[in-house]
């Protein structure tokens, strides 16, 4: 490994850039010491990596889990640890997502890194610092007061306001995979989950969710 370029991104001795997959460097304010995280960890490092498909992305970056050598350490484990990283939208392995899940737990119950502050997790009761975030991964907490459908898409409604306040969308070819991992739109009602995902302005704010694994069920109402 010759060089950390940012916070999800190195590149290799051979000329590989590589992009840690699996997690989201979400806070752009905390990316210097999400970027030095990452160094301590693989600077000068040799590492293994093991991704879904060798075939770069559009950027020229080769998507994949890195582990650290000799030690067999798993960086995005330990980055998510450090409250240095959160879990992107997109683990499909089921496993996968509950490792990293509960390294991210952990790292919140302990207030390390970005967790110090208790406002990266957005409430859903002020819409306006959602909407400031277009663009952006967020994780967002709040009450699911109704759920509707309109067309092709299933809403999880936060607030009473439907083209202001934050919403949830899932889009219909996204039901059955959901439906299959035990998440059932209609049983979200009146429940207080944690969402993650990329802000999206339609209207209100909303964040589009495609996997189970992007909402979390909390305690309480």
Same mark, same amino acid.
Request: one cysteine or more; aromatic letters at 6%.
């Given at each position: 490994?010759?060089?950390?370029?940012? %916070?999800?991104?190195?590149?290799?001795?051979?000329?590989?850039?590589?992009?840690?997959?699996?997690?989201?460097?979400?806070?752009?304010?905390?990316?210097? @010491?999400?970027?030095?995280?990452? %160094?301590?960890?693989?600077?000068?490092?040799?590492?293994?990596?093991? @991704?879904? #498909?060798?075939?770069? #992305?559009?950027?020229?970056?080769?998507?994949?889990?890195? /582990?650290?050598?000799?030690?067999?350490?798993?960086?995005?484990?330990?980055?998510?640890?450090? &409250?240095?990283?959160?879990?992107?939208? #997109?683990?499909?392995?089921? #496993?996968?997502?509950?490792?990293?899940? %509960? %390294?991210?737990?952990?790292?919140?119950?302990?207030?390390?890194?970005? /967790?110090?502050?208790?406002?990266?997790?957005?409430?859903?009761?002020?819409?306006?610092?959602?909407?400031?975030?277009?663009?952006?991964?967020?994780?967002?907490? &709040?009450?699911?007061?109704?759920?509707?459908?309109?067309?092709?898409?299933?809403?999880?409604?936060?607030?009473?306001? /439907?083209?202001?306040?934050?919403?949830?969308?899932?889009?219909?070819?996204?039901?059955?995979?959901?439906?299959?991992?035990?998440?059932?739109?209609?049983?979200?009602?009146?429940?207080?989950?944690?969402?993650?995902?990329?802000?999206?302005?339609?209207?209100?704010?909303?964040?589009?969710?495609?996997?189970?694994?992007?909402?979390?069920?909390?305690?309480?109402?």
């Amino acid at each position: 490994m010759t060089a950390v370029i940012d %916070a999800r991104n190195f590149r290799l001795e051979d000329g590989r850039d590589v992009r840690l997959a699996g997690i989201e460097a979400a806070f752009p304010e905390k990316a210097s @010491g999400q970027t030095q995280a990452l %160094a301590a960890l693989v600077a000068g490092r040799d590492v293994r990596l093991d @991704g879904e #498909d060798d075939t770069p #992305d559009r950027y020229g970056r080769q998507a994949a889990f890195v /582990w650290r050598l000799p030690d067999e350490t798993l960086v995005q484990q330990e980055l998510l640890a450090k &409250g240095e990283a959160v879990v992107s939208a #997109d683990v499909s392995d089921k #496993d996968c997502a509950v490792t990293l899940l %509960a %390294a991210e737990a952990a790292g919140r119950d302990a207030k390390r890194g970005i /967790w110090a502050d208790p406002a990266v997790i957005k409430n859903t009761e002020s819409s306006g610092d959602i909407l400031a975030g277009i663009g952006r991964f967020m994780l967002v907490e &709040g009450k699911v007061l109704s759920v509707h459908q309109a067309g092709a898409t299933t809403y999880l409604n936060f607030g009473r306001n /439907w083209t202001r306040d934050f919403a949830v969308t899932m889009p219909r070819r996204a039901l059955a995979n959901l439906a299959a991992a035990g998440l059932v739109p209609k049983s979200l009602e009146n429940k207080r989950i944690r969402v993650r995902g990329f802000v999206e302005g339609r209207t209100g704010p909303r964040i589009e969710v495609l996997r189970a694994g992007q909402i979390e069920l909390l305690g309480g109402n």
